[in-house]
């Protein structure tokens, strides 16, 4: 059993090459093989969101606190609230982030393929996030 | 990408086969395969707690609130608080819960093998639970 104490875990700024905005990443587990589960506390300043990005073995984001927005290839964007539990298939392009004037803060968790849990892609335009 | 709007889905009483005292879980996913994520909040009142039980992969919990406990077999019994980040290894025999007078939510989160994600043991004694 190994305990990580609240407070002992640096939280990082995003990097701006995968990000559009300012956001917050501050690890939560990164397990060690045979599993695969890596989880992160991601908060999301308003009009910040992700790249559009894969996940060889899906996603789950469960929204901690705010409003926030989410979109997968070819689909319109959703509105995400707190509670919410937002899913994403393996393979699915898509991206997240905060609302407009909202910020919002998910849990992500998502599964390693030999040590890779994502593949990203272009940036998500302000056109792609105004919808 | 599927949203699971908070406060669709039901809350249940955990199984008494498995757990002492009251204990309260919400799905929060379960994926399907390749994918083998599952994770659920799980809410322990005062003195609640697991059995004794291993995951074939693993358990990572990320406590939401409060204060409790937990140990793995053979080590001592430790406090887990809101925040903490507690990380089990594939076939490590161990159990949660909330402290003697204080509540604790965590979410839970292991993977599945073959479409099981746990497997239960004994009951934890209240002289084990104690410490």
């Known amino acids: 059993?190994?305990?990580?104490?609240?407070?002992?875990v640096q939280t990082i700024v995003?990097?701006?090459a995968y990000f559009t905005g300012r956001v917050l990443q501050t690890p939560i587990i990164e397990k060690e093989a045979p599993a695969r589960l890596r989880a992160t506390m991601v908060?999301?300043?308003p009009g910040a969101r992700t790249a559009w990005h894969t996940h060889?073995?899906?996603?789950?984001?469960?929204?901690?606190?705010?409003?926030?927005?989410?979109?997968?290839?070819?689909?319109p964007v959703f509105e995400?609230?707190?509670g919410d539990v937002v899913s994403f298939a393996p393979g699915e392009k898509h991206w997240h982030g905060a609302g407009q004037s909202?910020?919002?803060a998910h849990i992500a968790m998502q599964e390693a393929l030999d040590g890779k849990?994502?593949?990203?892609?272009?940036?998500?335009?302000?056109?792609?996030?105004?919808?």
């Open 1 to 8: 059993m190994k305990i990580i104490p609240c407070g002992s």
């Open 14 to 16: 995003a990097p701006d």
């Open 43 to 45: 908060q999301f300043e």
């Open 56 to 75: 060889p073995f899906g996603q789950t984001l469960f929204v901690v606190s705010g409003a926030g927005r989410a979109q997968s290839w070819g689909e």
């Open 80 to 82: 995400i609230k707190a």
């Open 102 to 104: 909202t910020v919002m």
């Open 117 to 131: 849990a994502a593949d990203w892609l272009e940036k998500v335009t302000d056109e792609q996030y105004g919808g």
